[in-house]
């Protein structure tokens, strides 16, 4: 089993990619490009409009995953693992790149770290409805060598312990044949098949057992039995294999997401609606070989970029708690994502003669205060702000400075800020520069201020520490100082 770890947009040197060299690209390519056109493209966090780059490509429906170049495998803004039969692809974050350059840096600790740190993101931000990295369940071991065995740990760890203290059974519709009626005859089928052939006697009926043997036990066996072929760790093996051995009465058959849609549960088992979720999760992205063993090909990857946008909305909307509401003057508020319902303009058809509003303002954080009035629009972007210091413009791009402007035009609002991750280990976060435009150049209108955040968002163990640091209290040391620099983009009230 090989490994491969890669960076978001970083390329591996071509000695690294062996699969490329053994001739594998085209069958990975595939399997990406099929898991690509199935990704789930109605949720807002999936959804992401074309580059600009890309807007007139004519192949613009290729996976976004994976592509080589010079040789090797370039990694896009996705990060997890993927699994293509012996090979095992990590990508990383950006933001831990250095750390990798570093003489006499360990991988395997740098995995564990980075590892933590995408399943805090991603269960904070809710991409994950797993009970694991807030403080109310266990965390995975650092010896984990990837994020999708670390997932399956928080999974395997967190469905052990609720099939030991509250066993799913559940009433299973059957339709059998017997000679005493049980439940509700099956009346068209017990003419054609029983009374029409001579077996008066024999009835056909449909019934309910309470039975363990259902489908959401199945479906739990089938995903455990795909991700043990999957994982290399034997102490996670081992945790599998206890769940396998608690369902060892179900039935061993074959399931797929759809089989997860039919599953309906109440609300005195909220806990199993988190192992149903988990489980269509992994019963999307793998594809086991033609005997069903074992998984071969698996894909599980987040999107950064819209993994950071929803990790500092939440630390927002927990800072916004924070404050002081009094009904005379109330404080800050967070708007609903995507619920402005503004438009930059307004088009008219020549041809069809109808007006429609066009370009939506749609804003990753709006802050709004009723009394006194105030509007301040943030905007995430994962970006390295250090490719871009060469141009004079604190980092900035062009693009992102003209998409502020429109908010601020489109609102009629003066203050907008830029949010951008901070890079390296020793970086923190940190209020680069406050940008000052006034529309229409001279013309009359209040000022526009553009304020430049750098934002970190990760956490590393440092061996100085004396005494050592925790990593609950690394955690809030840096969501701490991201607060504090909610408190200084928000005008205080008067």
Known sequence: MSTIDLFEYSPCDAGDASLILKGRWKGLND??????????????????????????????????????????????????????????????????????????????????????????????????????????????????????????????????DLLARQPYWQYQPEIEEGEVLRGRLEMNQYLNDCL?????HRLVYEHEP?????????????????????????????????????????????????????????????????????CRMILAQCQADNSGRDMKRFCFLLPMDRLFEEYLRVLAEEYLRELPQTASAPNWSLEEKNGSGRHLASGYDVATRKESNCFSLIHDLLFKRENPPGIVIADAKWKDRRKNLASGNFGASQSDMYQMVAYAHGRGCTEVRLLYPAMGEGSGTTHVATLTTKPGGESTGLPIKVQIHELKIHWIPSGTNTPPVSEQEMIDIVEGDIRNAFKSMLPPLP
């Open 31 to 160: 399997f990406l490009q099929g898991v690509w056109n199935e990704r789930p493209q109605t949720e807002a966090r999936y959804k992401r409009e074309l580059e600009p780059e890309h807007e007139n490509d004519e192949d613009n429906g290729r996976q976004r995953y994976l592509k080589t170049e010079n040789g090797g495998l370039k990694a896009h803004r996705f990060v997890g693992t993927v699994c293509f039969e012996d090979i095992t692809i990590n990508i990383w974050p950006r933001v831990f790149r250095s750390q990798s350059q570093s003489p006499g840096q360990d991988m395997g600790t740098l995995r564990g770290v980075m590892t933590r740190n995408m399943l805090y993101w991603a269960s904070k931000a809710e991409y994950l409805t797993l009970h694991s990295s807030n403080g109310s369940g266990a965390r995975p071991p650092v010896d984990i060598p990837n994020f999708f065995e670390a997932y399956i740990w928080l999974f395997a760890n967190f469905t052990r």
């Open 196 to 200: 029409a052939r001579g077996r008066w």
């Open 210 to 278: 309470f039975d363990f043997d259902n489908l959401l036990n199945r479906i739990i066996k089938r995903t455990c039995k795909l991700a043990q072929g999957f994982c290399n760790s034997p102490s996670l093996k081992d945790k599998l294999g206890e769940i396998l051995f608690e369902l060892d009465e179900v039935e061993d058959v074959s399931c797929t997401v759809r089989d997860c849609d039919r599953v309906h549960l109440n609300r005195m088992h909220t806990e199993y609606q988190i192992v149903l979720d988990n």
